[in-house]
């Protein structure tokens, strides 16, 4: 009977790979497609070879605090903000606080929605 080749006999030959892919930045979802394995498995790969992640949020450049500052000032939202100039809408929230709508807004804007929707099946 042959030997049973799993996930683990590929980690001697994707292991240089694997370290310049994360070392490149690419998401665990990204090496996986690659390499034709799962994103759990890379994740096991990389504590394995002891790959330590650098932090995902890079310090938010003053060119891209200046841009999401006047988006937000236009009324932009984080998340839209985020798509813009690619990053991370929490972050965006994190470093340029107080341009979220409060809870008291979001349950009028809801209650706003609700109505309109009332509204219209009942035109309907």
Not at 16 to 45: F, H, N, Y
Not at 69 to 75: C, E, F, I, P, R
Request: proline share 5%; hydrophobic share 40%; charged share 25%.
């Amino acid at each position: 009977m042959a030997a049973h080749v799993g996930r683990a006999s590929m980690l001697p030959e994707v292991a240089p790979a694997l370290r310049q892919m994360s070392a490149a930045g690419m998401s665990a979802s990204e090496i996986a497609t690659r390499l034709g394995v799962t994103p759990r498995t890379v994740g096991r790969w990389r504590a394995e070879l002891g790959i330590v992640l650098r932090p995902r949020n890079r310090p938010i450049t003053e060119d891209e605090k200046a841009r999401a500052l006047a988006m937000l000032q236009d009324g932009a939202s984080y998340k839209e903000v985020g798509r813009t100039i690619g990053r991370c809408r929490r972050h965006l929230a994190h470093v340029l606080p107080g341009y979220g709508w409060t809870q008291e807004e979001k349950g009028r804007f809801g209650a706003l929605i609700a109505k309109s929707n009332r509204t219209e099946k009942a035109m309907a």
